[in-house]
């Protein structure tokens, strides 16, 4: 028994049965992270000490037998752009660098509260804008299935460490494919959330209208477990739902039977890689085997999804990184400075990386006077089609299924002289944000060694269908368990 | 994109920003602004702009004081501070 490889349920088993403690499971982690990461990089910041602590506590608690969640005294590693009081939370950015927050976010608050045992902040494109780990400000990460490809992004240190098996579970962040793009990268499981469904509070904001938590697994029931713990109204957060969170778990098992996937026709254009093709087929010939039916749906404005979500990612990311201006927190860069203003412009010229100011003008363009009407407004009237697409097509079946990515993990430095290049690499899973849909990315094979990922994408708030259906194709396949040479 | 016009807009966004960085950005946002373009052909007559995601209720509560974070805990994340605020240089000009 390899204690990094198990899953939260194997793992759950093991420990409140006292086969191992949370503590050797929490040792075994670390020593994993310490001897295997150096070569995969996907920690930005390991926190032995808080972990240790957090293990030794969990045992106290299954010991006693007193509030023993699934959760409780189990290994996970978070985006560093979720805030961790008095641990650094980076955003992978020079300008936060040295920024310790003084509150939790209230994802970190309800992990903390079911045991769960932080080990470390992962690697991410800086402030999440990029689709490759390449826009870390700190150091590339490396995909464990090859070390000379990208893990994807931005989430790509999330999805390296579950992958290399360096954490039991991952929380990562999808403002447009960042959960969902590095789990097909890696060979993980992951979803993006309803918007709403998990709190943003002490998410540090990319776009706030798209920005989803969510988890990162080694399968669906491990995804619906970490989704129950994290997901919920939050008072700090207008804009989580009040409804009540389902035991995603007790319906699991349901039969797909009879159901109704839909595929929409516009994704399966020229272009994609002939590998990533025949594994997706090969995955509705396996729903279709479990008795569902397969129906060919339209997203007719799917070729408009990338601009509109690259024009309001623009223009909400100018105004969200605003606040970064080297005077309340974070790098201060004031050499010379004659004023205040002096202040913002050097801090903001050496604490952020091309990318982000890349979109930092292109969305003050975007919202400036003159222009207005002709980009931001024009984009969120396409939204409103997007989002139009999204409920006629899921008007007349249960889930759509779509690859995660025209492609497997391309090659470190492929992309990266070539914005608009990289950004068409996300051309699969931008929709949903804009849309607001829950979608859940999970293996689905290999092409060329490299493995390829699929997503279920569902109604508003119905992550159990998602759960469900992406259950039954995990109990019949196991690319799911495979694992990198590493 | 001209480099003017790049220039102009870093001044906006209080980013600095190096004679080189303007020319190598002009170029690219040029490429990215005419991808974008392409939203153009789609027609939005009488499409309302979505201004909300799905929960689209008001959520209203009490207004009661509560306590928040202390200002010693909030100015240790602050560069400069002095006598509990946070300290910049001229915000209004000389005197």
Same mark, same amino acid.
């Given at each position: 028994m390899?204690?990094h490889?198990?899953?939260?349920?194997?793992?759950?088993?093991?420990?409140?049965?006292?086969?191992?403690s949370?503590?050797?499971?929490?040792?075994?982690?670390?020593?994993?992270?310490?001897?295997?990461?150096?070569?995969?990089?996907?920690?930005?910041?390991?926190?032995?000490?808080?972990?240790?602590?957090?293990?030794?506590?969990?045992?106290?608690?299954?010991?006693?037998?007193?509030?023993?969640?699934p959760?409780?005294?189990?290994?996970?590693s978070?985006?560093?752009?979720?805030?961790?009081?008095?641990?650094?939370?980076?955003?992978?950015?020079?300008?936060?660098?040295?920024?310790?927050?003084?509150?939790?976010?209230?994802?970190?608050?309800?992990?903390?509260?079911?045991?769960?045992?932080?080990?470390?902040?992962?690697?991410?494109?800086?402030?999440?804008?990029g689709?490759?780990?390449?826009?870390?400000?700190?150091?590339?990460?490396?995909?464990?299935?090859?070390?000379?490809?990208?893990?994807?992004?931005?989430s790509?240190g999330?999805?390296?460490s579950?992958?290399?098996?360096?954490?039991?579970?991952?929380?990562?962040?999808?403002?447009?494919?960042?959960?969902?793009?590095?789990?097909?990268?890696?060979?993980?499981?992951?979803?993006?959330?309803t918007?709403?469904r998990?709190?943003?509070?002490?998410?540090?904001s990319?776009?706030?209208?798209?920005?989803?938590?969510?988890?990162?697994?080694?399968?669906?029931?491990?995804?619906?477990?970490?989704?129950?713990?994290?997901?919920?109204?939050?008072?700090?957060?207008?804009?989580?739902?009040?409804?009540?969170?389902?035991?995603y778990?007790?319906?699991?098992?349901?039969?797909?039977?009879?159901?109704?996937?839909?595929?929409?026709?516009?994704?399966f254009?020229?272009?994609?890689?002939?590998?990533?093709?025949?594994?997706?087929?090969?995955?509705?010939?396996?729903?279709?085997?479990?008795?569902?039916?397969?129906?060919?749906?339209?997203?007719?404005?799917t070729?408009?999804?990338?601009?509109?979500?690259?024009?309001?990612?623009?223009?909400?990311?100018?105004?969200?990184?605003?606040?970064?201006?080297?005077?309340?927190?974070?790098?201060?860069?004031?050499k010379?400075?004659?004023?205040?203003i002096?202040?913002?412009?050097?801090?903001?010229h050496?604490?952020?990386?091309?990318?982000?100011?890349?979109?930092?003008?292109?969305?003050?363009?975007?919202?400036?006077?003159g222009?207005?009407d002709?980009?931001?407004?024009?984009?969120?009237?396409?939204?409103?089609?997007?989002r139009?697409?999204?409920?006629?097509?899921?008007?007349?079946?249960?889930?759509?299924?779509?690859?995660?990515?025209?492609?497997?993990?391309?090659?470190?430095?492929?992309?990266?002289?070539?914005?608009?290049?990289m950004?068409?690499?996300?051309?699969?899973?931008?929709?949903t944000?804009?849309?607001?849909v829950?979608?859940?990315?999970?293996?689905?094979?290999?092409?060329?060694?490299?493995?390829?990922?699929?997503?279920?994408?569902?109604?508003?708030?119905?992550?159990?269908?998602?759960?469900?259906?992406?259950?039954?194709?995990?109990?019949?396949?196991?690319?799911?368990k495979?694992?990198?040479?590493? | 994109?001209?480099?003017?016009?790049?220039?102009?807009?870093?001044?906006?966004?209080?980013?600095?920003?190096?004679?080189?960085?303007?020319?190598?950005?002009?170029?690219?946002?040029?490429?990215?602004?005419?991808?974008?373009?392409?939203?153009?052909?789609v027609?939005?007559?009488?499409?309302?702009? /979505?201004s909300?995601?799905? !929960?689209?209720?008001?959520?209203? +509560?009490?207004? @009661?004081?509560? &306590?928040?974070?202390?200002? /010693?805990?909030?100015l240790? !994340?602050?560069?400069?501070?002095? +006598?509990?605020? @946070?300290?910049? &240089?001229?915000?209004?000009?000389?005197?």
């Amino acid at each position: 028994m390899q204690l990094h490889n198990l899953t939260i349920q194997e793992a759950h088993k093991l420990l409140t049965s006292k086969q191992i403690s949370s503590v050797e499971l929490t040792q075994a982690m670390l020593q994993r992270i310490h001897d295997v990461d150096p070569k995969i990089k996907s920690y930005v910041t390991v926190t032995d000490d808080l972990a240790l602590e957090q293990a030794r506590q969990a045992d106290e608690r299954i010991a006693k037998g007193e509030n023993v969640t699934p959760l409780t005294g189990i290994p996970f590693s978070m985006k560093d752009c979720i805030s961790t009081r008095d641990v650094r939370t980076t955003c992978s950015s020079k300008i936060l660098e040295n920024y310790v927050p003084q509150y939790n976010a209230t994802v970190t608050n309800k992990l903390a509260d079911s045991g769960a045992v932080l080990v470390g902040k992962t690697n991410m494109d800086e402030f999440g804008m990029g689709s490759s780990c390449e826009n870390s400000a700190f150091f590339n990460t490396h995909n464990p299935w090859n070390l000379d490809h990208v893990p994807g992004g931005s989430s790509g240190g999330a999805a390296a460490s579950m992958s290399a098996s360096l954490s039991t579970f991952s929380i990562g962040e999808d403002t447009g494919g960042s959960v969902r793009m590095p789990a097909g990268f890696c060979n993980v499981t992951g979803i993006k959330p309803t918007y709403g469904r998990v709190s943003r509070y002490g998410l540090i904001s990319l776009v706030s209208s798209f920005d989803c938590i969510g988890p990162m697994t080694r399968d669906v029931y491990d995804c619906a477990t970490v989704l129950e713990a994290i997901a919920g109204h939050d008072e700090h957060d207008s804009t989580t739902f009040n409804s009540p969170v389902p035991q995603y778990n007790q319906n699991l098992n349901k039969p797909v039977k009879g159901m109704t996937i839909g595929i929409p026709k516009e994704y399966f254009v020229s272009g994609m890689e002939v590998g990533v093709e025949s594994s997706i087929q090969e995955a509705i010939r396996t729903y279709e085997k479990l008795g569902m039916t397969v129906r060919e749906v339209s997203l007719p404005n799917t070729k408009y999804a990338l601009p509109v979500y690259y024009l309001l990612l623009f223009a909400e990311a100018s105004s969200n990184l605003a606040r970064f201006d080297g005077t309340r927190f974070g790098l201060s860069v004031s050499k010379d400075a004659k004023d205040v203003i002096d202040i913002y412009l050097q801090t903001r010229h050496e604490g952020f990386g091309d990318e982000v100011k890349r979109r930092i003008m292109l969305g003050a363009y975007a919202l400036s006077a003159g222009y207005y009407d002709a980009y931001y407004l024009k984009a969120q009237k396409v939204r409103t089609l997007l989002r139009r697409d999204f409920e006629t097509a899921l008007a007349s079946v249960d889930i759509l299924l779509a690859p995660t990515c025209p492609t497997t993990a391309f090659k470190l430095g492929e992309k990266t002289n070539d914005p608009l290049e990289m950004y068409l690499s996300d051309i699969y899973v931008v929709a949903t944000n804009p849309a607001g849909v829950p979608a859940l990315a999970l293996p689905c094979g290999f092409s060329k060694d490299m493995p390829v990922g699929m997503q279920l994408i569902g109604k508003h708030l119905d992550e159990q269908t998602l759960f469900q259906v992406g259950h039954a194709y995990q109990q019949v396949t196991d690319w799911h368990k495979q694992l990198p040479p590493i | 994109m001209d480099t003017n016009t790049v220039k102009h807009i870093a001044t906006l966004v209080r980013l600095g920003i190096s004679e080189e960085e303007a020319q190598k950005f002009s170029g690219q946002f040029t490429s990215i602004i005419d991808y974008f373009n392409m939203l153009n052909e789609v027609d939005t007559d009488n499409i309302t702009p /979505a201004s909300d995601i799905a !929960n689209s209720q008001n959520i209203l +509560r009490e207004d @009661v004081v509560q &306590p928040s974070m202390s200002r /010693a805990e909030f100015l240790k !994340n602050a560069p400069q501070s002095e +006598r509990g605020y @946070v300290k910049v &240089p001229t915000v209004l000009g000389e005197e």
